[in-house]
């Protein structure tokens, strides 16, 4: 339990322990790595100028928290979840210019914000209030069966990748792509009689795509699909 509200480490870390719980902000410098996947819970802030690891360990927020690897260069470097992440709190992520963002199963949080990567992969189902972007978050991918967001998303980066399968993304307030990037899309996309702009980038169909503003006829005035 690192509760110090400024920790600092100068080379790479790696945790070989049960259990790890950060407090306040902590900076690795050389990069972290949680190697005997086991329970991570995050009360505060990542900072590193090397790669974040959280192997196949499973991570709770216990308070709004942020991961970042861009000390001392604005590339940054990977942050990757083997596992899920959850709790009832915001996480931010910012991988830099560079780095990839990836979680290999659920997304279960608040707000997720996407500062800065060159990729966001999400394998599992994301479920937030909010999906947070910006110009620099990258191309962002949501291979997740069944996606639900709380409030309107506006995908303000440069590409969206929103592949379903068989099951359906929900924006329960509506979809906006005010940074007008392309859509590579498949599955089914539902709001709930909220409008759906898509913006001016291209969209490809990846396969059978259905786009319903009316959820699933839940909402029979429905929205706008533009």
Same mark, same amino acid.
């Given at each position: ?15 070989l ?20 996947? $086991? ?17 196949? @360990?499973?991570? %709770? ?7 970042? $690897? #861009?000390?001392?260069s ?11 992440? @959850? ?6 992520? *910012?991988?830099? $210019? ?11 949080? #608040?707000?997720?914000?996407? %500062? @800065?990567?060159?990729?966001? #992969? ?10 947070? #972007? ?22 303000? *980066? *440069?590409? %969206? ?8 993304? $929900? ?28 913006g001016?980038?291209?969209?490809t ?9 009316? *959820? ?11």
């Amino acid at each position: 339990t690192l509760n110090g509200s400024a920790n600092t480490f100068v080379t790479s870390v790696a945790f070989l322990d049960s259990e790890t719980i950060t407090r306040g902000t902590s900076a690795f410098n050389g990069g972290v790595t949680f190697v005997n996947n $086991t329970p991570i819970t995050l009360k505060g802030d990542i900072t590193t100028s090397g790669a974040v690891d959280f192997k196949n @360990s499973g991570v %709770t927020l216990g308070a709004d928290s942020s991961v970042a $690897t #861009t000390i001392g260069s604005a590339a940054g470097a990977n942050i990757v979840f083997g596992a899920g992440i @959850s709790g009832n709190y915001d996480l931010g992520l *910012n991988a830099g $210019t560079g780095g990839a963002i990836t979680v290999a199963t659920t997304t279960n949080i #608040t707000d997720l914000t996407l %500062t @800065s990567a060159a990729s966001n #992969t999400f394998t599992g189902n994301v479920t937030v209030n909010d999906l947070i #972007t910006t110009a620099n978050s990258g191309t962002i991918t949501l291979n997740g069966a069944a996606n639900t967001f709380t409030v309107q998303v506006d995908f303000l *980066n *440069n590409a %969206t990748v929103l592949h379903n399968g068989t099951d359906a993304s $929900t924006f329960n307030g509506g979809l906006a792509a005010t940074g007008n990037g392309t859509f590579n899309v498949q599955g089914t996309i539902l709001s709930s009689a909220d409008a759906m702009h898509f913006g001016t980038g291209a969209i490809t169909l990846a396969a059978d795509t259905t786009i319903d503003s009316t *959820n699933n006829a839940n909402n029979a005035t429905g929205g706008n699909i533009n």
